[in-house]
Nanobody, 124 residues
Framework: VQLQASGGGSVQPGGSLRLSCTAS????????TAWFRQGPGKEREFVGG???????HYADDVKGRFTISRDNAEKTVYLQMNSLTPADTAVYYC???????????????????WGQGTLVTVSS
């Protein structure tokens, strides 16, 4: 499986962006997908994840602002980001692994496949 993240860009505080993560390769069926980010001078952190059938789990600081969805037919997972703040500035990565882990484990499990990252800059 190869992952391609896209949709990053520059936006003003309070704005919105939608990131996409599209998979190619053998299959995407049954895969759990997650979004991570790494801000300037920070460690990579979990943003949220979605299981194959659509159950989602978010990091506390994005709950209510970010929404993850997936289109399995298109092999694409989306990250809709609203009410963006400068603290959301980061390179965003998507990751995937086969299987159906417990939702609370999405932030800590290892992922087998990673996209190349897309930069999101929130600045006035």
């Amino acid at each position: 499986v190869q992952l391609q993240a896209s949709g990053g860009g520059s936006v003003q505080p309070g704005g919105s962006l939608r990131l996409s993560c599209t998979a190619s390769g053998r299959t995407f069926s049954g895969y759990t997908t997650a979004w991570f980010r790494q801000g300037p001078g920070k460690e990579r952190e979990f943003v949220g994840g979605v299981r194959w059938r659509g159950s989602v789990h978010y990091a506390d600081d994005v709950k209510g602002r970010f929404t993850i969805s997936r289109d399995n037919a298109e092999k694409t997972v989306y990250l809709q980001m609203n009410s963006l703040t400068p603290a959301d500035t980061a390179v965003y990565y998507c990751a995937a692994r086969p299987g159906y882990p417990v939702l609370s484990a999405l932030r800590t499990i290892e992922y087998d496949y990673w996209g190349q990252g897309t930069l999101v800059t929130v600045s006035s």
